[in-house]
Every structure is written in C-alpha cells, then in structure tokens.
C-alpha cells in the first residue's frame, strides 16, 4: 500500500531552484533512509512532505490526501505525520511530560491522564521513564531526541520524517537515538530518515535515496547504493563520507 | 529649619505627591501593555492596513517628545473639539499612548526572537495556528520581553514628572512647590530622587526575581 505519493515535486526559494522535480512512492511500513551532500535539498524534500515547507508546483499525497499548507484540515493531516528535528525544538517551557502530552490533549481531545499514562509509556519505550518530570533544559542531546521522538509517537502517526536527527549530537550520544529508530523501524513504522549515518541507513533502510543537486539522483537498496553505486557522483560522495 | 524638620514637614506632602505619580503610572501601564499587545499584533498582521497602522503610530510616538504628545492632547486636542479633559487623564492617555508605542516593539521583538524552529515542532504536531501562538510562542515570547518590559516600565514611572506640566500634583511638582514655600532646592531634591529611587530600585528587585523564576536557562 502507498503510504505516500510524490510527484513532479518542485520547490524554489526566490530564484534558487533546489528541488527539481522528485517522483518517489513510499510503501507503507517502509523505511527510507535519504543521503547526499549538504546543501542538495534532502531536508527540503522532507519538509514538503509535512508542508512545512509550500512546493513551488507538484503534488504530495500522504494516504491520497494532497498536504497543502493552505487546506482547511492541513493540521489533521499532520497529526499523521511526526516529525523529528536536527535541533530538537522540544518546548523549553513545558516539562518532559508536557512537552509529550500537549498535542493530543489539544488535537486528539485526550484527557490529562490518558494523555500522561500514553507519555509514560512512551518514555519508557524511548528509556527515559524517570524524565517525566524533568524540564528540557536539563538534558542532554540525546535524552532531549529520545524526547522528541516519543513526542511525535504521542500521536500516533502512520508516518515519522527525520531531519537528521543524529547531527547535532555529541558523538556518544548517537547510538541511543538510533537505537530508539531502529527499534520503531522493526516495528514496522513507515520512515523517512535523512541522515549522514551510513551505517544506519545499510543497516535499517529497505530504500537509500541519493540525492543531489535537487533531484534523486541515484536509488536502491542499501546493498545497491552502498556496494554497487552506479553514478558516479554517488561513488565520489561515498567516498568522501568514508574518508571523513 | 534643620534637615529633619523639613523632612517631617515635607515627607507627608511628598508621599502624597508619590501616591499620585504610582496611580498614574499604574494606570497608564495597564493601558499601554494591552495598547502594546493590540499594536503588536497589528505590526505582524497579514493585513497591510493593519501594519501600516501600527508602523505609523509607532513612528509618531517614538519620532515627537512625550511633553510635546502631552500638550497636543491636553491643549490642541480638547481646543478642537470643545471637550474638557482632567490634567489626570490628558496624563494617562499621553503616558499610555507613549508606552503603548514602545511596548508594542517590544512585543514584536519578543515574538519574533522566539526560534522558528518552535513553530514547526508545534505546527508539525498538528497544533493549529493560534494554539502554536498561544501555548508555545507566547509564554516564550514573554519570557524574553520581561527585561525590556520592565525598563519601560522604569521610563514610565519617571515620564510621570514630565507629565506633571499639565497641571497635577505628582511627586516632582509637589517637590517644586515645598521648595517655593523654603528655598531648600538640595536637600528637597534629594528627597524627591530618593522617592523615585526607591521605588523603581524595589520594581526592578521585584522583576529580577520574576525573571529568575520563569527563566528556561
């Protein structure tokens, strides 16, 4: 089944094109890792999806609803969508809890206490169970993107979108996070990760996409991109990874 | 008459003159905060008329002194329409309009210096326009605003004297009229200084605890 549906997608700021033109489905329960360099529209592409950012022209369908920042249910259709920050963006000013709690209790009308029983459960589920209480401020990188991922679970999405979710973390930091990920991509969760951890992308993803210079510009298995790259810009930025 | 006896003379007037100084700028505060937040509003609004408004107004308040604002109101504006106006009103709307037009900058400010990032988190979640401007922008915005709140704050309080031209006996006016009746100009301006002193240095004290409490840092 197609979770969601890409087509002819388009996105320029002013007069600088960085998307131009992605085709791509994504399976339901597929996990999508998308690669290549900085600069090259992968996040871009992950913001279109969730409508964060407006595509300058194409469609994307998510569950065949076309996401349009300017439709009347845009904010139900996100709730269907998690979304995972680079910089976290948990809400300074809410606790642990809270920050967890807030969107179904205003979206999904959940009462306090359900909401909060589903947060700790959450949080135990990501191995913070003790953190409920605690303010963002105390914690480190990696709890406040555990954090940030049971945030987004609190409601329920059918599809989760990582923006590099590992990148602004200290380097020992980086396994529990993609710990967390990997854990909800063996439980089937639809994923779309951009991400410079190779590692986790052959390991987990059934999908890498190459992008570069605003297109796809290689895909495949992870096996495909990673042991048989054709392009010869994918073998160039490989290397350039590796050497890193 | 030595220092102390003029004090004791004097400290009853004063404090009466003070009282009134803190009605008017308490007042006028209440009004400029929620004139701030309408301004501000107005200044983000998708509405060009509205921005416009906003930009003209804030334009006028920051661009003519706040004596000069005083006078049109109580002289120009109630001359032209024939209405009567207390010195005490045409004060709080002068003081009002003048602190409304920079709280409103600094409302803006505040909102705008909140991390974009934080309107995506909560856009993302599904949370609708004006429950991400409520729950999650503003009581970070108000975090941010409460040092410059504050310092406005101060400038109004002591704006009063200003003011005090119209015509009411504030503080800075009783003191000029003490020091009619006893030519003791040093020591009664000394007195005056040391009343609004320690009123503002206890705001200050008072917001700095505020600040601490709500801090996210």
Redesign the interface.
Known sequence: MIKVEISGLHKSFGDNEILKGIDCNIETGEVVCVIGPSGSGKSTFLRCI?C?EQPTSGTIKVDGHVMDENAKNI??L??D???V?Q?F?????LSVLNNIT??PI??KKMGKEEAERTARDLLARVGLADKADA?P?SLSGGQKQRV?IA??LA?KPGLMLFDEPTSALDPEMVGEVLDVMRQLAEEGMTMVCVTHEMGFARQVADRVLFIDGGVIAEEGTPNEIFGNPQSERLQGFLNAVAEA | MSFFELLSQSLPLLMQGLSLTLELAAVSLAIAMVLGIIASLMGMSKNPVFRAINRAFVAIIRGTPLLVQGFFIYFGITGVLGVRMSAFTAGVIALSLNAGGYMSEIFRGGIQAV?P??T?????????KS?TTW??VI??AI?ICIPSVVNQWCITIKDTSIISVLGFAELTKIGQQIIARTFRSFEVWIMVGILYFVVIYLLTVLAHVVERKVS??
């Not at chain 1, 963006?89 to 000013?93: A, E, G, Q, R, V």
């Not at chain 2, 995506?120 to 609708?128: I, P, Q, V």
Request: glycine share 6%; net charge positive; no cysteine.
């Open positions: 969730n964060l904010d139900e996100r709730e969508v998690g979304m920050f910089q963006n948990l809400f300074p000013h807030i969107a205003l979206r303010m401020r940030a945030r987004a409601m | 991390d990032g934080q995506e988190a909560a856009r993302s979640l599904g949370l609708s429950q729950r999650i009581p970070q975090r996210l840092d």
